[in-house]
């Protein structure tokens, strides 16, 4: 495509183009990911260089019919050049970097990075920066399209009956909801960077909620599209990378350690890449949560719960999550529990390596937690039953997974931004996996408030009328839960040598595992129920599950279970597996949705065991998007005031303490 200047041609005479910025003005370089990785070379170019300050033009044999022109610094209007690099090499900051004051500019006939002069302020963004920034004279629109989207969380209390707890117990919650703020700044870090100088210069009220729900400019409900006036599009790494790093820069780097769970990537002084690792990143944080873990420890009456308090605080100052892990799965008669530390990947969406902070504090439910202890015992029966060929299953889940249900009473760091989790199966870390397995945990309080508040609105808006008797609470339950059981399922590692699923996959990891529990969640469903195990009617599962896929598709489709969802709600329509109704709602088939659940079931299986990188990136792009006519189905929800999530009112006040 051509991009052209309202700016004509100058006079103009030979001159040479000053050496290391040829690939800047030829246009070899499409896109701000690839010219931010010019950046440390281009920066001294154009801080020392002289350029003529004279109407002058230059002309270069290898650029063919591309022309650079100068013209003079005196006539020329610089707004779109100085915005342009800014939104490459720095799209948090409020005003140029200072080598721009020397102002080169290149018109070329045949452009193809768009570096344009020209009066106009709404610049073309490249693919890596797809979204159109917020312009800083939007303040008042912004303002009030943030009033509007926080219409989308509705506020619940997090609370549990703190009266069964003892003396000591309240204690312990009070510094575990300590540790869990330290981990809220982490987080902060991760995602954005600077969270107090972002907040302070943000005036407007429903602005600055909106980024604290966020945990930054960018709305995670709607494809991370910024709402802050004056930033851009949130760079798909996150803070956990240069944001001039280019893919292939990082994967040519001989750097040990690059692809690891808990480092960060930065410049060193030579402009190279080093890691940096998240312990010594927030030394001064881990020491201080550390010190709050070992002081839950000394009030802990549990063994198991203290062993583990005191190993995961050493785990924090060292990044060594492994033992801390196999720790916690070994305790099992305790009331309370904290899940703390670098957990998920979801939030670096360049490559899926990084982990984010985060915390959960949790009181268990012990009647529901015996409800599902019975589960547990089938998974390695589940896990031979897969609809997939024996080379795809031949490991065996750990023996000591456990099913719990638990009210959640802190959520701090990643799991607290945006859509808010409501089931967790930890740990990740697949060797511990393999030898220990894991624990499913069931947010109970957390999912009874979004059924209530979310799923069944939602059902009685875009279920048909004789199917909504099958929307129940314990199905929900279910389908959740099973979700969990069944990340412990299936294959961690590639069968043709291509190492982890996590690593082969790269930035479709999540999405395909996300996928996969969902789908292997309703095919154990259907195990089960042949068993007798289950004994609800499994119409109650298909339509609940229904339901639920629009609940977490509003959610969007940027995030990986945003892409998950996307992929099995395009495969069961494709599939014949619902219909939509003339009347806008959607009916449930119940013996086309279990063919369609066993056939996606195998499909992912086999693309995580091949590590089938190009198959998964074209799964992803043709499946993984919402169509105009569910998004028309998705307005009509909002239209009607249901809300997409929650947002909670937690902490010691709440609680009493």
């Given at each position: 495509?051509?991009?052209?200047?309202?700016?004509?041609?100058?006079?103009?005479?030979?001159?040479?183009?000053?050496?290391?910025?040829?690939?800047?003005?030829?246009?070899?370089?499409?896109?701000?990911?690839?010219?931010?990785?010019?950046?440390?070379?281009?920066?001294?170019?154009?801080?020392?260089?002289?350029?003529?300050?004279?109407?002058?033009?230059?002309?270069?044999?290898?650029?063919?019919?591309?022309?650079?022109?100068?013209?003079?610094?005196?006539?020329?209007?610089?707004?779109?050049?100085?915005?342009?690099?800014?939104?490459?090499?720095?799209?948090?900051?409020?005003?140029?970097?200072?080598?721009?004051?020397?102002?080169?500019?290149?018109?070329?006939?045949?452009?193809?990075?768009?570096?344009?002069?020209?009066?106009?302020?709404?610049?073309?963004?490249?693919?890596?920066?797809?979204?159109?920034?917020?312009?800083?004279?939007?303040?008042?629109?912004?303002?009030?399209?943030?009033?509007?989207?926080?219409?989308?969380?509705?506020?619940?209390?997090?609370?549990?009956?703190?009266?069964?707890?003892?003396?000591?117990?309240?204690?312990?919650?009070?510094?575990?909801?300590?540790?869990?703020?330290?981990?809220?700044?982490?987080?902060?870090?991760?995602?954005?960077?600077?969270?107090?100088?972002?907040?302070?210069?943000?005036?407007?009220?429903?602005?600055?909620?909106?980024?604290?729900?966020?945990?930054?400019?960018?709305?995670?409900?709607?494809?991370?599209?910024?709402?802050?006036?004056?930033?851009?599009?949130?760079?798909?790494?996150?803070?956990?990378?240069?944001?001039?790093?280019?893919?292939?820069?990082?994967?040519?780097?001989?750097?040990?350690?690059?692809?690891?769970?808990?480092?960060?990537?930065?410049?060193?002084?030579?402009?190279?890449?080093?890691?940096?690792?998240?312990?010594?990143?927030?030394?001064?944080?881990?020491?201080?949560?550390?010190?709050?873990?070992?002081?839950?420890?000394?009030?802990?009456?549990?063994?198991?719960?203290?062993?583990?308090?005191?190993?995961?605080?050493?785990?924090?100052?060292?990044?060594?999550?492994?033992?801390?892990?196999?720790?916690?799965?070994?305790?099992?008669?305790?009331?309370?529990?904290?899940?703390?530390?670098?957990?998920?990947?979801?939030?670096?969406?360049?490559?899926?390596?990084?982990?984010?902070?985060?915390?959960?504090?949790?009181?268990?439910?012990?009647?529901?937690?015996?409800?599902?202890?019975?589960?547990?015992?089938?998974?390695?029966e589940l896990q031979t039953s897969l609809p997939i060929e024996d080379a795809y299953k031949q490991e065996k889940p750990g023996s000591d997974t456990e099913l719990n249900a638990y009210d959640v009473i802190y959520y701090a760091g990643d799991c607290n931004s945006g859509s808010k989790t409501i089931a967790i199966n930890l740990p990740n870390d697949e060797q511990v996996q393999l030898e220990k397995g894991t624990r499913r945990l069931q947010l109970k309080n957390a999912m009874r408030?979004?059924?209530?508040?979310?799923?069944?609105?939602?059902?009685?808006?875009?279920?048909?009328?004789?199917?909504?008797?099958?929307?129940?609470?314990?199905?929900?339950?279910?389908?959740?839960?099973?979700?969990?059981?069944?990340?412990?399922?299936?294959?961690?590692?590639?069968?043709?040598?291509?190492?982890?699923?996590?690593?082969?996959?790269?930035?479709?990891?999540?999405?395909?595992?996300?996928?996969?529990?969902?789908?292997?969640?309703?095919?154990?469903?259907?195990?089960?129920?042949?068993?007798?195990?289950?004994?609800?009617?499994?119409?109650?599962?298909?339509?609940?599950?229904?339901?639920?896929?629009?609940?977490?598709?509003?959610?969007?489709?940027?995030?990986?279970?945003?892409?998950?969802?996307?992929?099995?709600?395009?495969?069961?329509?494709?599939?014949?597996?619902?219909?939509?109704?003339?009347?806008?709602?959607?009916?449930?088939?119940?013996?086309?949705?279990?063919?369609?659940?066993?056939?996606?079931?195998?499909?992912?299986?086999?693309?995580?065991?091949?590590?089938?990188?190009?198959?998964?990136?074209?799964?992803?792009?043709?499946?993984?998007?919402?169509?105009?006519?569910?998004?028309?189905?998705?307005?009509?929800?909002?239209?009607?005031?249901?809300?997409?999530?929650?947002?909670?009112?937690?902490?010691?006040?709440?609680?009493?303490?």
């Amino acid at each position: 495509m051509d991009h052209r200047s309202d700016d004509g041609p100058a006079d103009s005479v030979a001159v040479a183009v000053p050496t290391g910025i040829e690939p800047v003005f030829r246009g070899e370089f499409s896109d701000c990911q690839s010219i931010r990785a010019l950046h440390n070379r281009t920066f001294a170019v154009f801080r020392n260089n002289r350029f003529p300050t004279h109407r002058q033009a230059c002309q270069h044999e290898p650029w063919g019919d591309e022309t650079c022109f100068a013209p003079s610094r005196t006539s020329i209007n610089w707004a779109k050049l100085e915005i342009t690099w800014l939104m490459c090499i720095d799209p948090f900051r409020s005003k140029p970097p200072a080598f721009l004051s020397l102002r080169p500019v290149c018109i070329m006939r045949k452009l193809i990075f768009p570096i344009l002069v020209t009066s106009l302020l709404s610049i073309p963004l490249s693919s890596s920066l797809a979204q159109e920034s917020v312009r800083p004279n939007d303040v008042e629109s912004a303002s009030s399209d943030a009033q509007q989207r926080l219409k989308q969380y509705v506020k619940v209390e997090l609370t549990t009956d703190m009266s069964a707890l003892s003396s000591k117990q309240r204690k312990m919650i009070g510094l575990l909801i300590e540790a869990a703020q330290i981990m809220d700044g982490c987080f902060w870090y991760e995602a954005y960077g600077d969270r107090d100088s972002l907040l302070a210069g943000i005036e407007a009220p429903a602005i600055k909620q909106f980024a604290v729900i966020n945990y930054g400019p960018w709305d995670r409900l709607a494809g991370n599209r910024p709402f802050v006036p004056g930033v851009n599009a949130k760079p798909a790494g996150a803070n956990f990378y240069p944001t001039d790093m280019t893919k292939e820069e990082f994967e040519q780097a001989n750097l040990p350690g690059k692809d690891g769970l808990y480092t960060f990537i930065r410049r060193a002084e030579d402009g190279s890449l080093k890691t940096v690792p998240y312990h010594q990143q927030f030394a001064s944080e881990m020491k201080q949560a550390a010190d709050l873990l070992t002081q839950a420890a000394g009030l802990a009456e549990d063994a198991g719960l203290k062993h583990y308090l005191m190993l995961r605080a050493d785990a924090l100052l060292s990044d060594d999550y492994r033992p801390s892990d196999m720790a916690w799965l070994d305790m099992h008669n305790n009331t309370i529990d904290v899940v703390i530390g670098p957990i998920e990947n979801y939030e670096d969406q360049l490559y899926g390596y990084k982990t984010a902070h985060e915390a959960y504090v949790l009181v268990k439910d012990k009647q529901w937690s015996d409800r599902l202890a019975k589960y547990a015992a089938f998974l390695p029966e589940l896990q031979t039953s897969l609809p997939i060929e024996d080379a795809y299953k031949q490991e065996k889940p750990g023996s000591d997974t456990e099913l719990n249900a638990y009210d959640v009473i802190y959520y701090a760091g990643d799991c607290n931004s945006g859509s808010k989790t409501i089931a967790i199966n930890l740990p990740n870390d697949e060797q511990v996996q393999l030898e220990k397995g894991t624990r499913r945990l069931q947010l109970k309080n957390a999912m009874r408030a979004k059924f209530d508040k979310i799923l069944l609105p939602i059902a009685d808006e875009l279920i048909v009328d004789d199917q909504r008797q099958h929307i129940t609470f314990d199905a929900f339950f279910s389908n959740t839960m099973f979700h969990e059981v069944a990340h412990g399922l299936g294959i961690k590692n590639t069968i043709n040598g291509r190492g982890p699923v996590r690593t082969a996959l790269k930035e479709h990891a999540g999405a395909i595992e996300e996928g996969k529990a969902d789908i292997l969640g309703l095919h154990m469903i259907n195990q089960l129920h042949q068993k007798g195990e289950i004994t609800e009617d499994l119409e109650d599962f298909y339509v609940t599950f229904m339901a639920g896929i629009f609940r977490s598709v509003r959610f969007g489709a940027s995030s990986a279970h945003g892409k998950a969802n996307m992929i099995r709600f395009n495969f069961f329509r494709d599939a014949g597996a619902f219909q939509r109704q003339a009347d806008g709602k959607y009916r449930v088939d119940v013996p086309k949705f279990r063919k369609a659940a066993r056939d996606l079931s195998s499909l992912l299986l086999r693309l995580q065991g091949d590590g089938d990188y190009a198959g998964v990136t074209e799964l992803v792009k043709a499946k993984g998007v919402i169509s105009d006519q569910l998004q028309a189905d998705l307005d009509r929800l909002s239209q009607k005031g249901i809300p997409v999530d929650v947002v909670f009112r937690q902490g010691k006040d709440v609680l009493g303490l």
